[in-house]
């Protein structure tokens, strides 16, 4: 028999096998078990269904990782309306050629945030504006709380949603161009939670730290993923090292989401702290984005005693496609080996490293190619944008995923990326990985963050630029790094220009990824 795999799947089990346990604990502490946290977004659907949300309505939230965005999620979602994350650091205009492309019909925003979209609010076509605490909101925003209170708790009448049916659209960087709608179905967003449950082993005994933002790829999925097995989300605000750890400590935290910088900054606190790094579980954290270094690798499981898990993905694809998270071939390549590289396609991933013609390039992990990818979890579509829809699948082989990222694969099927196309440093005609270079920066104990990128040459074309940052008591020079550099790079890979930068130099991301376009930007425009 076949039945429809819907987003709304992962809270209706959570409410019916685990409606008496722990389900959510909020910024503040206040702790709803799954009963209530299924009570509140019952109650926030009727609401919605009041303000005229219908099936295929869009309704954008803008919050950090709160209670409030897990249920409006789940509201939106059963009421057949498409649910649309905003990144909290964009900018006013941003949130104004979002709002407009989707087309949303409700906003609701975080009190700390909304003011961004406060300031474009007669430039867009808006029906109405909800607030997370409302009161400290400029402007007229309606109470999220009010909006709930005397509501009905009892699950609404549910529109005929079908597995093809739009369930949310997660906005790209937009660092080459306005931001792209990922259009991701009900049965995307099932398949993906159900690969993420099963590579990164989340059971119902899980406590979930929120270091990673919610609006990314729907949180790499563990919006869905927590919650149908049963776990407990902690919700943290604001990143921070320290509240990190006490997080871990007090709720006895299993498992967490963090991208190489972020990695990097815990192991700075512990190092300086000496803090307890767990509580009475052990942890796990997945990290994705670069592969980790082998100093990270170590420092994260031998010094602090947690297991690092490394995945691969971009929006488009939920995003875990890949991950290196496998015993067997741990225990036949090695730890770092295999645990420095993105790893081997997830259930339901189909993946190839191709050549510029299409062709698959040799499993001997050397020749560059671009990895593709199909599978159940690959978004739907563009939002809005057909043209770039079809490229983005028949690019250089029809019917695939196009990643952009320029990667090797071993004879295991495990990739390992070389860089972006767009990062890849093209200098006297030979090409430059940035990663690889930046792992070597990395292997130096003084340093704790860097970014190498290409800025133009004369005689070269692009020359590498690196961008170093050192622990606080370190005496590192840049003729030190150098010297360093050239004991384990090839001569033409050492970067020609290092510069020692404060850490607030290296622009970021919302989910730690340094932002290498402003940075080429900015040294070319030099």
């Given at each position: 028999m076949k039945k429809e795999l819907l987003a709304t799947d992962f809270l209706d089990r959570a409410t019916d096998l685990y409606g008496d346990s722990t389900g959510v604990i909020t910024n503040d502490g206040t702790t709803y078990t799954y009963a209530e946290f299924g009570d509140r977004v019952n109650q926030l659907s009727h609401a919605l269904t009041e303000l005229g949300i219908e099936q295929g309505d869009r309704v954008a939230v803008l919050s950090p990782n709160t209670h409030w965005f897990l249920e409006t999620l789940y509201a939106v979602t059963q009421l057949g309306a498409i649910h649309v994350a905003l990144n909290y650091r964009l900018t006013p205009e941003d949130y104004r050629y979002i709002l407009d492309d989707c087309g949303a019909d409700v906003v609701v925003a975080d009190y700390e945030y909304a003011g961004k979209v406060?300031?474009?609010?007669?430039?867009?076509?808006?029906?109405?504006?909800?607030?997370?605490?409302?009161?400290?909101?400029?402007?007229?925003w309606r109470s999220y709380e009010e909006l709930l209170a005397g509501r009905p708790t009892a699950r609404p009448d549910r529109p005929a949603i079908e597995e093809a049916d739009p369930a949310v659209i997660n906005y790209t960087s937009g660092t080459t161009g306005d931001p792209k709608g990922v259009v991701r179905t009900h049965r995307t967003e099932h398949y993906h939670a159900l690969c993420v449950t099963h590579h990164m082993e989340i059971e119902d005994s899980d406590t979930y730290l929120w270091t990673l933002p919610m609006f990314h790829c729907n949180g790499w999925g563990h919006e869905y993923a927590i919650t149908g097995v049963g776990g407990t989300h902690?919700?943290?605000?604001?990143?921070s090292a320290e509240r990190t750890f006490e997080q871990i400590r007090e709720h006895d935290v299993s498992y967490l989401c963090g991208a190489p910088v972020v990695l990097n900054r815990l192991i700075e606190h512990a190092k300086e702290t000496g803090c307890e790094t767990t509580g009475d579980v052990?942890?796990?954290?997945?990290?994705?984005?670069?592969?980790?270094?082998?100093?990270?690798?170590?420092?994260?499981?031998?010094?602090?005693?947690?297991?690092?898990?490394?995945?691969?993905?971009?929006?488009?694809?939920?995003?875990?496609?890949?991950?290196?998270?496998?015993?067997?071939?741990?225990?036949?390549?090695?730890?770092?080996?295999?645990?420095?590289?993105?790893?081997?396609?997830?259930?339901?991933?189909?993946?190839?490293?191709?050549?510029?013609?299409g062709e698959d390039v040799p499993r001997d992990d050397e020749t560059m190619g671009e990895i593709v990818v199909r599978g159940n979890q690959v978004m739907d579509r563009y939002w809005n944008k057909p043209e770039q829809t079809e490229r983005a699948f028949n690019d250089r082989v029809e019917g695939w995923f196009h990643t952009g990222d320029i990667a090797t694969i071993d004879a295991d099927g495990m990739v390992?990326?070389?860089?972006?196309?767009?990062?890849?440093i093209v200098s006297g005609g030979e090409n430059i990985s940035s990663l690889e270079v930046e792992n070597a920066i990395y292997d130096h104990p003084a340093v704790t963050k860097t970014a190498v990128v290409g800025i133009p040459h004369e005689e070269w074309q692009e020359t590498p630029l690196a961008l170093v940052v050192t622990r606080a008591d370190s005496t590192l020079?840049?003729?030190?790094?150098?010297?360093?550099?050239?004991?384990?790079?090839?001569?033409?890979?050492?970067?020609?220009?290092?510069?020692?930068?404060?850490?607030?130099?290296?622009?970021?991301?919302?989910?730690?990824?340094?932002?290498?376009?402003?940075?080429?930007?900015?040294?070319?425009?030099?």
């Open positions: 406060q300031a474009v609010r007669d430039d867009v076509d808006v029906d109405q504006f909800v607030g997370y605490e409302a009161d400290r909101i400029e402007g007229a902690v919700c943290q605000r604001d990143f052990p942890v796990r954290l997945a990290t994705g984005a670069n592969a980790p270094p082998e100093s990270t690798i170590r420092n994260v499981e031998d010094e602090m005693g947690w297991t690092l898990i490394h995945l691969y993905g971009l929006t488009e694809t939920a995003p875990v496609i890949t991950t290196s998270n496998a015993p067997a071939k741990i225990a036949k390549n090695g730890r770092v080996y295999t645990k420095n590289r993105q790893g081997f396609a997830v259930l339901g991933a189909e993946l190839r490293v191709v050549d510029e013609d390992s990326i070389c860089d972006r196309k767009k990062d890849i020079t840049t003729a030190d790094l150098e010297s360093f550099l050239r004991e384990k790079l090839a001569g033409y890979k050492v970067p020609t220009r290092i510069e020692l930068v404060d850490d607030e130099d290296l622009p970021e991301t919302a989910t730690g990824k340094i932002q290498k376009t402003e940075l080429r930007d900015r040294y070319a425009a030099e």
